[in-house]
């Protein structure tokens, strides 16, 4: 959905973000979100759930393109956020990542669902994690904005 792309590069902009994470990095909204956000500035992390899907991406022209199944995902995707100093996280999925999303979200940062493509609820999230590193959870309806 565009309006979907176009609102969730809104609200990072909104929230002074230099750049941002996505889940579903590889989808179609995934994409669209990834070029509005190189557009207007932003860098775009496109979390994908394979190797074949982060060299496609990237032969597609993706910077920033990290898999969520490699063992070292939560430690890589924080360094990555770091590196380019995003401070929000979007999420479409849900479900047990979501624990792996947190922990791997730099201190002070957003957590932003957007969907629910798993049917699961949250889990694995670190109280103690959320708690001392600041970290938010916020929701992203495209009706509202």
Known sequence: NPFTASGIVDMAISLNAKAFAIT?????????????AKDKGLACISI???DEKLKEM???GFKFVINSSKETFVEDLNKLMIEVEANILFDT???SIVGKLMKALPKNGIFV???TQTHEPYSGIDATDMRWGNKEMRN???GPW
Request: without cysteine.
């Open 24 to 36: 579903a990095g590889n989808s179609h909204v995934g994409k669209i979100i990834s070029n509005i």
């Open 48 to 50: 994908v759930r394979s």
């Open 58 to 60: 990237e032969s597609e």
């Open 93 to 95: 999925l849900a479900g």
């Open 113 to 115: 669902n957007f969907g």
């Open 140 to 142: 992203f309806l495209v």
